[in-house]
């Protein structure tokens, strides 16, 4: 794929899932080697990236981490990846690299399969201030 930043990974996430919202935000907040861009899935550029792995975004509940060039995961696999490069605290996860992905993945989907319910949906996707345009690719 072309015209996406280079050295940078990018994480396709849901735009309307308040869950999500607020996992991109904490993302933000900590993401001080500025390593992650942000596209909602249902954004133009979501579905071009989704077709290009060969994803079917319309059954993709899920957030993908693409690392261009090098590989892409989604799931439990995502978040860990992710969970990975932010350090600190977030680097407690990986004790649950240790279980199988499977395993992790039937959890991941508990809670997906539920996010809406548990946490609601807005109605457009977020609209990201001045300050953090940057993050958010279109």
């Not at 696999?77 to 992790?104: M, Q, T, Y």
């Amino acid at each position: 794929m072309q015209n996406l930043p280079e050295n940078k990974k990018i994480i396709l996430f849901d735009g309307v899932c308040n869950l999500c919202d607020t996992s991109v935000q904490l993302i933000i907040k900590h993401d001080t080697k500025d390593i992650f861009r942000f596209v909602a899935l249902q954004s133009t550029l979501g579905q071009e990236i989704t077709n290009y792995l060969g994803i079917d975004s319309q059954k993709m509940d899920s957030i993908i981490l693409y690392h261009p060039g090098v590989a892409y995961y989604y799931k439990a696999e995502a978040a860990l990846e992710i969970a990975k490069e932010l350090g600190g605290v977030f680097s407690l996860a990986r004790i649950l690299g240790l279980l199988p992905i499977s395993f992790s993945n039937l959890a991941y989907d508990f809670v997906a399969k539920n996010r809406y319910k548990w946490y609601g949906k807005k109605e457009s996707c977020m609209i990201p201030t001045e300050a953090l345009k940057s993050k958010f690719l279109n």
